[in-house]
């Protein structure tokens, strides 16, 4: 049997590799480990098929050169790495299934190292990225959670060191990371790699749900815990013990809760550190000193310290106050306990460290030029419903999928085409805020469920919004392209028939026919088939074949004339059915140009030899002296064709200008606003000062217009709002009138940044 070229064989490397070195897996694991190699070097192959098509197209309707270019590298890069990316895949799955007999790594596999630097500085790309490849695993982890359970299970049956659901090899985020890891060395544009993530999701991930069960079944089969029921994972979730070790395995779902407390304390072990040092520096006191009650004053439980925020009033805080506003209320609060002589509890530092984060992270937000006063006003007032979950859960820091966290990058986001000057009294948006706002502010202990749930509600408004908003956008789109097209077009045939009729002397009726009725067939021509075409160009041929058919010609050419304008006219009613005009009209415009045709022909006499010349001269006397002496009435002779010409010094047709040309050299962009138009993109949200005085606003590339260089900008619900020539806009970039906003995720800058100040205030401590 032939092997399909496309398939890439593994046998000949690891698994040969692997025998060799005597790491030898049990045949049950052996089994299930050949037939997750073979589903996943199968779908590899479909999703790298599929990739070269995507990309192709991708690039076809690039709105840029830049663009374009970028995606046909990275087709290219694709086509020549992809058995590369499959093989590093595949033997990086059989790398992970034989560490599976290893004593090494067997205690601190679970345990995950935190550095600081990975958690502070992380770039948008790989947060993009990073959340791209979550939303992959979390999606596979809730359709078949039952069936990635007791797999699992029976494999950590079978293996030496702790398996549960997420660090199983089989698993889905085991998977996803060889693969991510193997296609980090084709070093992508995000762009291509969210492109090739989806599709691997598409080939590998939506049908591994079929692959879970067999791999169940080939260990039920080889007597791998066949005893095993739903009710095992629903209720204790506690795998059976190992047969044939004799040691009893830990409880997988106990395990991965510890594991995830564990990354917590790590997280919030390095912020108390980093606060501490802020702290030390800025003279501020921590709130578990406030009480004043020394230090045999217990700290207070976490549902204690809601039950004292609960008295906070969120109308006392002011888009100016920021986070000190929060903690000053909370410091009022507790002086207020002391001076009662209730029960004396301080703080827990874990949660005057929450408190601190959260009150940095909206001083950050709230000191954001970018942002209009509605959304900080919005922001402001959700400071103490994220303060109540942050210290109810602390993952709120540590895990970026958190509801809260994607609430707030979402407000952020859908605010985004906001103005300063816009009246929200009526917006159906800032409504739906006010009242999630509202809906936080009434909950005394909200939790992630409420503000997932409030994130739904959000994104399903949006996206009908966005629906709506992306048809007006497309025909604005379409009308900009029209009429950019119409320009395009009539510029060109402006273009050709001056270049064509100007310093010529022509007839009246054919100047007039070339400029008003077939420049209209030129116009349409390039509107249906463009410049590029043969009806174009055959359009073109025909203004000139008219313009020599009402030359003088000579006598030994005029047959050839004459063919040629029969031609001609052929050519010309051909065209003239493109207007739909009636047949009298047709006729009207031949009869235009055949009468100047045949005054040209009528000038082409024989010419007459010497003796024939005498003799027509004699005769022509004697017919004189003949009709003198004895006149007679003679035929009339027909009257000569009089043709009216002209001679053309100015075009004939006005041609616009789609951008004024550069007089000067100051007038020239600079290198970098050139370099920054080159990078801009369609769907990148600007501010925008149209003109000098004038109010600046928020608004969006919609489309660069191939046909004019314009770039369109429209407003959130997809209406034009400003056009600009390449040249105008370098100009608005020079004088400082149009800027990028930072479309990334809010909580996440936030936090970045607070976190890179507190390092460089620890770095000179």
């Given at each position: 049997?032939?092997?399909?070229?496309?398939?890439?064989?593994?046998?000949?490397?690891?698994?040969?590799?692997?025998?060799?070195?005597?790491?030898?897996?049990?045949?049950?694991?052996?089994?299930?480990?050949?037939?997750?190699?073979?589903?996943?070097?199968?779908?590899?192959?479909?999703?790298?098929?599929?990739?070269?098509?995507?990309?192709?197209?991708?690039?076809?309707?690039?709105?840029?050169?830049?663009?374009q270019?970028?995606?046909?590298?990275?087709?290219?890069?694709?086509?020549?790495?992809?058995?590369?990316?499959?093989?590093?895949?595949?033997?990086a799955?059989?790398?992970?299934?034989?560490?599976?007999?290893?004593?090494?790594?067997?205690?601190?596999?679970?345990?995950?190292?935190?550095?600081?630097?990975?958690?502070?500085?992380?770039?948008?790309?790989?947060?993009?990225?990073?959340?791209?490849?979550?939303?992959?695993?979390?999606?596979?982890?809730?359709?078949?959670?039952?069936?990635?359970?007791?797999?699992?299970?029976?494999?950590?049956?079978?293996?030496?060191?702790?398996?549960?659901?997420?660090?199983?090899?089989?698993?889905?985020?085991?998977?996803?990371?060889?693969?991510?890891?193997?296609?980090d060395?084709?070093?992508?544009?995000?762009?291509?790699?969210?492109?090739?993530?989806?599709?691997?999701?598409?080939?590998?991930?939506?049908?591994?749900?079929t692959?879970?069960?067999?791999?169940?079944?080939?260990l039920?089969?080889?007597g791998?815990?066949?005893?095993?029921?739903?009710?095992?994972?629903?209720?204790?979730?506690?795998?059976?013990?190992?047969?044939?070790?004799?040691?009893?395995?830990?409880?997988?779902?106990?395990?991965?809760?510890?594991?995830?407390?564990?990354?917590?304390?790590?997280?919030?072990?390095?912020?108390?550190?980093?606060?501490?040092?802020?702290?030390?520096?800025?003279?501020?006191?921590?709130?578990?000193?406030l009480?004043?009650?020394?230090?045999?004053?217990?700290?207070?439980?976490?549902?204690?310290?809601?039950?004292?925020?609960?008295?906070?009033?969120?109308?006392?805080?002011?888009?100016?106050?920021?986070?000190?506003?929060?903690?000053?209320?909370?410091?009022?609060l507790?002086?207020?306990?002391?001076?009662?002589?209730?029960?004396?509890?301080?703080?827990?530092?874990?949660?005057?460290?929450?408190?601190?984060?959260?009150?940095?992270?909206?001083?950050?937000?709230?000191?954001?030029?970018?942002?209009?006063?509605?959304?900080?006003?919005?922001?402001?007032?959700?400071?103490?419903?994220?303060?109540?979950?942050?210290?109810?859960?602390?993952?709120?820091?540590?895990?970026?999928?958190?509801?809260?966290?994607?609430?707030?990058?979402?407000?952020?986001?859908?605010?985004?085409?906001?103005?300063?000057?816009?009246?929200?009294?009526?917006?159906?948006?800032?409504?739906?805020?006010?009242?999630?706002?509202?809906?936080?502010?009434?909950?005394?202990?909200?939790?992630?469920?409420?503000?997932?749930?409030?994130?739904?509600?959000?994104?399903?408004?949006?996206?009908?919004?966005?629906?709506?908003?992306?048809?007006?956008?497309?025909?604005?789109?379409?009308?900009?392209?029209?009429?950019?097209?119409?320009?395009?077009?009539?510029?060109?045939?402006?273009r050709?028939?001056?270049?064509?009729?100007?310093?010529?002397?022509?007839?009246?009726?054919?100047?007039?026919?070339?400029?008003?009725?077939?420049?209209?067939?030129?116009?349409?021509?390039?509107?249906?088939?463009?410049?590029?075409?043969?009806?174009?160009?055959?359009?073109?041929?025909?203004?000139?074949?008219?313009?020599?058919?009402?030359?003088?010609?000579?006598?030994?050419?005029?047959?050839?004339r004459?063919?040629?304008?029969?031609?001609?006219?052929a050519?010309?009613?051909?065209?003239?059915?493109?207007?739909?005009?009636?047949?009298?009209?047709?006729a009207?415009?031949?009869?235009?140009?055949q009468?100047?045709?045949?005054?040209?022909?009528?000038?082409?006499?024989?010419?007459?030899?010497?003796?024939?010349?005498?003799?027509?001269?004699?005769?022509?006397?004697?017919?004189?002296?003949?009709?003198?002496?004895?006149?007679?009435?003679?035929?009339?002779e027909?009257?000569?064709?009089v043709?009216?010409?002209?001679?053309?010094?100015?075009?004939?047709?006005?041609q616009?200008?789609?951008?004024?040309?550069?007089?000067?050299?100051?007038?020239?962009?600079?290198?970098?606003a050139?370099?920054?138009?080159?990078g801009?993109?369609?769907?990148?949200?600007?501010?925008?000062?149209?003109?000098?005085?004038?109010?600046?606003q928020?608004?969006?590339l919609a489309?660069?217009?191939?046909?004019?260089?314009?770039?369109?900008?429209?407003?959130?619900?997809?209406?034009?709002?400003?056009?600009?020539?390449?040249?105008?806009?370098?100009?608005c970039?020079?004088?400082?009138?149009?800027?990028?906003?930072?479309?990334?995720?809010?909580?996440?800058?936030?936090?970045?940044?607070?976190?890179?100040?507190?390092?460089?205030?620890?770095?000179?401590?």
């Open positions: 049997m032939s092997q399909d070229p496309k398939v890439v064989s593994i046998k000949p490397n690891l698994v040969a590799r692997t025998a060799a070195s005597g790491s030898l897996l049990p045949a049950p694991l052996v089994t299930v480990r050949d037939l997750t190699s073979a589903y996943l070097q199968r779908g590899l192959v479909e999703v790298f098929d599929m990739a070269d098509d995507a990309l192709f197209e991708m690039a076809d309707k690039a709105a840029n050169n830049a663009e270019t970028l995606f046909f590298e990275a087709m290219r890069s694709v086509r020549l790495q992809r058995l590369s990316v499959i093989r590093r895949t595949c033997d799955l059989v790398l992970s299934a034989e560490q599976l007999t290893s004593e090494a790594g067997a205690q601190g596999a679970a345990a995950v190292s935190f550095e600081l630097d990975s958690l502070a500085l992380v770039q948008p790309e790989e947060l993009e990225q990073s959340v791209a490849l979550d939303g992959m695993v979390s999606r596979v982890a809730g359709r078949s959670q039952t069936a990635l359970a007791h797999l699992a299970m029976r494999v950590n049956s079978l293996a030496r060191k702790r398996v549960d659901e997420r660090n199983c090899p089989f698993a889905p985020g085991s998977l996803v990371e060889h693969f991510a890891e193997a296609l060395a084709l070093e992508l544009h995000i762009k291509v790699r969210l492109i090739i993530f989806k599709l691997f999701e598409r080939n590998v991930l939506n049908g591994i749900d692959l879970y069960e067999g791999l169940n079944e080939a039920i089969s080889a791998v815990m066949p005893d095993l029921r739903v009710s095992a994972v629903s209720s204790s979730r506690r795998p059976m013990p190992a047969r044939g070790t004799g040691d009893a395995r830990g409880d997988s779902g106990a395990g991965a809760v510890r594991a995830t407390a564990s990354e917590q304390q790590e997280v919030l072990g390095m912020f108390s550190e980093l606060i501490g040092k802020w702290r030390l520096a800025s003279g501020d006191m921590a709130l578990s000193g009480t004043g009650s020394g230090a045999g004053s217990a700290p207070m439980h976490s549902n204690e310290l809601l039950q004292v925020l609960a008295a906070v009033s969120p109308e006392s805080f002011s888009a100016e106050s920021g986070g000190a506003g929060l903690r000053r209320q909370i410091q009022q507790l002086h207020q306990q002391r001076e009662m002589g209730a029960d004396r509890k301080t703080v827990a530092r874990v949660d005057d460290d929450v408190i601190s984060l959260v009150s940095m992270l909206f001083d950050f937000i709230l000191e954001d030029r970018e942002l209009p006063s509605a959304v900080k006003v919005l922001i402001t007032r959700l400071q103490l419903p994220v303060l109540r979950v942050a210290i109810v859960d602390k993952s709120f820091f540590s895990r970026s999928s958190h509801p809260a966290r994607r609430l707030l990058n979402e407000l952020s986001r859908a605010t985004m085409g906001w103005n300063e000057h816009d009246d929200l009294r009526r917006d159906q948006l800032h409504a739906l805020l006010e009242d999630i706002v509202e809906q936080l502010l009434a909950e005394p202990e909200p939790d992630a469920g409420l503000f997932d749930s409030l994130y739904q509600r959000l994104t399903d408004f949006l996206r009908t919004e966005q629906r709506r908003a992306d048809r007006v956008e497309q025909r604005t789109r379409d009308a900009e392209e029209g009429r950019a097209r119409i320009q395009a077009a009539r510029a060109q045939v402006a050709e028939m001056n270049g064509l009729l100007v310093g010529r002397t022509l007839p009246v009726t054919l100047v007039d026919m070339l400029r008003d009725t077939w420049s209209q067939v030129m116009q349409m021509v390039f509107l249906r088939e463009g410049a590029d075409s043969v009806a174009w160009q055959r359009a073109l041929e025909t203004a000139v074949a008219m313009v020599v058919s009402v030359e003088p010609v000579n006598y030994a050419g005029r047959e050839l004459i063919e040629h304008n029969r031609q001609t006219e050519a010309l009613c051909e065209g003239l059915e493109l207007l739909g005009l009636d047949a009298a009209a047709v009207a415009q031949l009869k235009a140009l009468q100047p045709q045949l005054a040209a022909l009528a000038l082409a006499v024989e010419p007459a030899t010497a003796a024939e010349s005498e003799h027509d001269a004699e005769v022509i006397e004697a017919a004189v002296e003949e009709r003198a002496v004895a006149p007679a009435v003679a035929a009339p027909p009257a000569p064709v043709v009216e010409a002209v001679h053309i010094a100015q075009p004939v047709i006005q616009e200008e789609l951008e004024a040309p550069v007089e000067t050299v100051e007038d020239l962009p600079s290198v970098g050139q370099r920054w138009i080159d801009l993109g369609t769907g990148c949200w600007c501010q925008l000062q149209s003109a000098e005085g004038k109010a600046s928020r608004c969006k489309a660069i217009i191939s046909f004019s260089g314009k770039f369109i900008f429209v407003n959130r619900n997809g209406l034009k709002v400003a056009e600009f020539g390449r040249q105008e806009l370098a100009r970039f020079d004088q400082g009138r149009i800027s990028l906003l930072d479309e990334n995720q809010l909580f996440d800058r936030a936090l970045e940044s607070v976190i890179g100040n507190l390092r460089q205030l620890q770095s000179k401590s």
